[in-house]
């Protein structure tokens, strides 16, 4: 069944069962993200892809990479709220990111087109910098399409980290299908599979690797 | 075996005969609360013991009967003694209290004076619930059957018309009927978000898929909240009827009790009752004789706050890490393994069984306008009379803090009341007419919530409250999307600077962009409800958040990196007591010779302060000014003349 939606004042026709993000792209309408694959389940963590819609006159802002099309729903992808969103989300990753006082990858692109000020946060920012956004792309790349489950998260709330587990770190250093999808490209250059000799996932989770 | 199973409604009403007919009326009931962790804390478990060992020995076994309960509201007095028949009303009761009670109550029937409540404004003595103030503003008609059961007990819920709602809706009305009937009670979930319950079962009934499922959600984690855990404790079958009813209703043959890792005996109780339960019918198949099946998994949680949203609650019993996910179509349409799936809280279900032996109309004639029932309250803080209770949606808040609570302890002035744990805000003294419910207390800034209630006093300081909640949702968010994660991080350090004197100009604005983008973009609702202390502190207390900024002071003088203590030598008598309570030995002085205080060696523990005796109060507690310096060394203090 179609849906007909309107995104940015275009009428767009998109599939029942499609999210607002894929019927935008087919549209030729970008909307910015930093946690969606096309080959994965949508997962909403960046939440860089807010939109704001708008349903029988209420507005809500929705994670557009999980929000499915509805028939006369009106979509907008930039606003001023929405490119706050963006901005503060921005900022507050930027500190995680940094590396010789400038943020990596994606995020970069992102902070010139939203006016993020990068070091806003950066002297609150007392954690040790991780380069990892926590976007999750390496971790359900490895789960859903390798279907090698060789890297999970560990630890919760400011604690959480992306790791590889020992025990099933051996398929990468054949596979390494993650290293592409990295936004802040921590992968490529972090991943040395010699450390994981003689290590456990106890050991990483007693803080010794 | 011989089967228990009652399988027809009279075979129910005939095991209530029974059970009641080998009750002796006469005889005296002792009920204490030994099932639940705060009566257990203070005690109530030796006080239990001896009484039974007393009436042994006095050989009272056939005139007198101990129950052992849940939480009966009023832990601030726990442990409490109730004898029924009267309801004999004793508090603060202590092991060796008990041969007094036995010979004076149980056998003269008189009262021990000295063990009554004594009203704190009236100096009045209470030998009755419905004497005491605390008890006679309630209304507890989830939670008052609580004080006469046992819980491991399943006939004493029976004894009281346990399961007769259940036999009723089964038997006498269609499932549509009874979903009817709750829809028109306009019950809403008692979890905080108040969704309207009827609207939830019919859209799990009607969704597609089978099987359906039904769940309680008892995984609450507010600081200073207990009220599911109380009535888990105290009367599961309560809340396992309102979920058979439930389950019956939205035509579900399979359901779950989520009970947090945290709550020990509300997992026991919870798989105790289920077990009995099934015993005797009224889970398992063919119940009472309907033809409906239905049963119960109780399911542990693993510790995590987060754990009690729904799509988390529900990736938990699937076996997965209990983290929110996206939820663009509801649980209810498609919750556990993509199956419609029916969540409600504790006191949600707990409140099912009344309204269908009693009505809807009954229930629409308690409340407001839009918030039909009651709701359980856990009163803490600083507030005299700390306890559950349960209330007509509605009342205001004054009445709540001072007519059952008593008001602020040791004369202090109230500051401002926490509504909706983590998730809502403080309420400040210009508001505390407003009727609780749920819309009212949205309006503010705050949220009913599930019922934490935290009662602060003016030696709070605002920032300081907001940096603890911010502290707690940073420990407890799962950390999966950025705005929550990053967010609270973000917060808690903002706040801490600010609270520790490190605040800088711009602070304010951070906070309000920072908690709008949480609110607007986070993935669940932890998330976009976390900032709502900051938030409103901000909104009734500014003043206190540019003092801390601007001026380094601490209004309250609770934060103690912009506090100082100091003791006043015109009022000082060099009596010796802070001298002598000091931990790091930091005040000087001697006997007869004025004290001061050496600042690098204080850390600010408030003992002074505290000792300090009323009528000397000669330690300040100074923020914000500077100190005045010390005496010159050995100045004699200049004692009044004894009398």
Same mark, same amino acid.
């Given at each position: #069944?179609? *849906?007909?939606?309107?995104?940015?004042?275009?009428? $767009?026709n998109a599939k029942e069962g499609m999210t607002v993000l894929e019927a935008a792209k087919e549209a030729g309408i970008e909307i910015s993200t930093l946690c969606y694959h096309e080959k994965l389940k949508p997962y909403g963590a960046c939440r860089i892809c807010s939109v704001e819609v708008e349903r029988k006159g209420r507005v809500r802002i929705v994670a557009s990479c999980g929000y499915p099309v509805e028939q006369g729903l009106v979509v907008r992808t %930039?606003?001023? !709220?929405?490119?706050?969103?963006?901005?503060?989300?921005?900022? /507050?990753?930027?500190?995680?990111? #940094? @590396?010789?006082?400038?943020?990596a990858g994606q995020i970069k692109k992102l902070a010139k087109e939203y006016g993020a000020n990068i070091h806003r946060f950066e002297s609150r920012f007392r954690a040790k910098p991780t380069r990892c956004i926590l976007c999750g792309q390496c971790v359900r790349y490895c789960d859903e399409v390798v279907g090698e489950h060789a890297?999970?998260?560990?630890?919760? =709330?400011?604690?959480? %980290? +992306?790791?590889?587990? &020992?025990?099933?770190?051996?398929?990468?250093?054949?596979?390494?299908?993650?290293?592409?999808?990295? &936004?802040?490209?921590?992968? &490529?250059?972090?991943?040395?599979?010699? $450390?994981?000799?003689?290590?456990?996932?106890?050991d990483y989770l007693a803080g010794k690797l | 075996m011989t089967s228990k199973r009652i399988s027809s409604p009279e075979g129910l009403g005939q095991l209530r005969k029974g059970i009641l007919s080998k009750r002796d009326p006469n005889k005296l009931i002792i009920s204490i609360c030994t099932m639940s962790v705060c009566g257990q804390s203070r005690g109530s478990v030796d006080v239990c013991k001896r009484f039974k060992d007393e009436i042994r020995h006095a050989g009272l076994e056939n005139k007198v009967d101990i129950r052992e309960t849940g939480c009966q509201g009023f832990c601030e007095r726990e442990p409490v003694v109730i004898?029924?028949?009267?309801?004999?009303?004793? @508090?603060?009761?202590k092991p060796d209290d008990v041969p007094e009670i036995i010979s004076?109550? /149980?056998?003269? %029937?008189? /009262? $021990?004076? !000295? /063990?009554l409540y004594t009203d704190p404004t009236t100096g009045k003595k209470g030998a009755k619930e419905s004497d005491i103030s605390f008890y006679k503003n309630q209304m507890r008609i989830v939670f008052g059957n609580n004080r006469y059961i046992n819980p491991r007990y399943i006939d004493d819920y029976i004894a009281l018309g346990g399961y007769s709602a259940l036999s009723r809706a089964l038997l006498q009305m269609t499932p549509a009927q009874v979903l009817e009937e709750i829809k028109k009670s306009n019950l809403r979930g008692r979890g905080g978000g108040g969704f309207p319950t009827g609207i939830k079962w019919e859209t799990t009934r009607n969704a597609?898929?089978?099987?359906?499922y039904v769940i309680v959600n008892c995984d609450e984690g507010d600081p200073g909240a207990y009220m599911d855990r109380s009535l888990m404790e105290g009367n599961p079958h309560g809340v396992l009827e309102g979920l058979v009813i439930g389950a019956y209703a939205i035509g579900s043959q399979e359901g779950f009790i989520y009970v947090r890792q945290e709550y020990p005996i509300a997992y026991e109780n919870a798989i105790q009752a289920v077990k009995q339960a099934e015993e005797y019918g009224f889970l398992g198949e063919n119940i009472l004789g309907s033809g409906f099946d239905f049963k119960v998994k109780v399911h542990l949680g693993a510790g995590a706050f987060v754990s009690g949203e729904s799509t988390a609650l529900m990736s938990a019993i699937e076996g997965k890490v209990g983290e929110p996910k996206m939820k663009y179509i509801h649980t209810a349409v498609s919750g556990i393994k993509g199956r419609p799936s029916c969540l409600n809280n504790v006191e949600t279900w707990a409140n099912v069984p009344p309204i269908i032996n009693k009505g809807a109309e009954w229930f629409n004639s308690i409340g407001t306008d839009r918030s039909k029932g009651t709701k359980i309250f856990s009163l803490v803080g600083k507030v005299n009379n700390t306890g559950l209770v349960e209330v007509p949606m509605g009342m205001t808040l004054r009445r709540l803090i001072y007519d059952i609570g008593g008001?602020?302890?040791? =004369?202090?002035?109230?500051? +401002?009341?926490?509504?909706?744990?983590?998730?809502?805000?403080v309420i400040p003294e210009q508001h505390l007419d407003t009727p609780i419910d749920f819309d009212e207390l949205t309006k503010l800034g705050s949220m009913m919530g599930s019922g934490g209630t935290v009662v602060m006093d003016e030696d709070t300081c605002m920032v300081d409250t907001a940096r603890y909640f911010i502290s707690f949702c940073c420990e407890e968010s799962c950390g999966k999307c950025i705005p929550c994660r990053e967010g609270l991080r973000m917060l808690r350090e903002i706040l801490t600077d600010i609270c520790e004197g490190k605040g800088q100009e711009g602070d304010i604005e951070a906070i309000e962009d920072i908690a709008e983008v949480m609110q607007d973009a986070s993935l669940c609702a932890l998330g976009t409800t976390a900032a709502n202390p900051a938030l409103t502190t901000l909104k009734y207390f500014r003043d206190e958040y540019e003092a801390h900024i601007k001026e380094k002071r601490c209004p309250a003088k609770a934060c103690k990196a912009l506090t100082s203590y100091y003791i006043d030598p015109e009022k000082c008598t060099a009596c010796m007591i802070c001298f002598k309570n000091c931990p790091t030995e930091a005040i000087h002085g001697g006997k007869g010779i004025i004290h001061w205080i050496e600042q690098e060696k204080c850390i600010k523990c408030n003992t002074c302060?505290?000792?300090?005796? &009323?009528?000397?109060?000669? @330690?300040?507690? *100074?923020s914000g000014e500077p100190l005045p310096p010390p005496p010159a060394p050995g100045t004699k203090a200049i004692r009044e003349k004894k009398r």
């Open positions: #069944m179609t *849906i007909t939606l309107q995104i940015d004042g275009k009428e $767009v %930039r606003s001023p !709220r929405i490119d706050k969103i963006r901005k503060v989300i921005i900022e /507050l990753v930027a500190p995680t990111t #940094m @590396v010789d006082g400038e943020v890297i999970g998260f560990v630890g919760r =709330g400011i604690e959480r %980290r +992306a790791a590889f587990f &020992p025990e099933k770190a051996r398929a990468c250093l054949t596979c390494q299908a993650c290293f592409d999808l990295c &936004p802040t490209g921590k992968i &490529p250059s972090e991943t040395d599979f010699v $450390v994981f000799d003689g290590f456990s996932v106890d | 004898i029924f028949p009267e309801g004999i009303y004793y @508090v603060n009761v004076t109550t /149980l056998v003269k %029937r008189e /009262l $021990v004076e !000295r /063990l597609p898929g089978e099987p359906k008001g602020i302890p040791k =004369g202090k002035k109230f500051k +401002a009341v926490q509504t909706g744990g983590p998730s809502g805000g302060f505290e000792v300090c005796p &009323p009528r000397f109060s000669a @330690v300040r507690r *100074i």
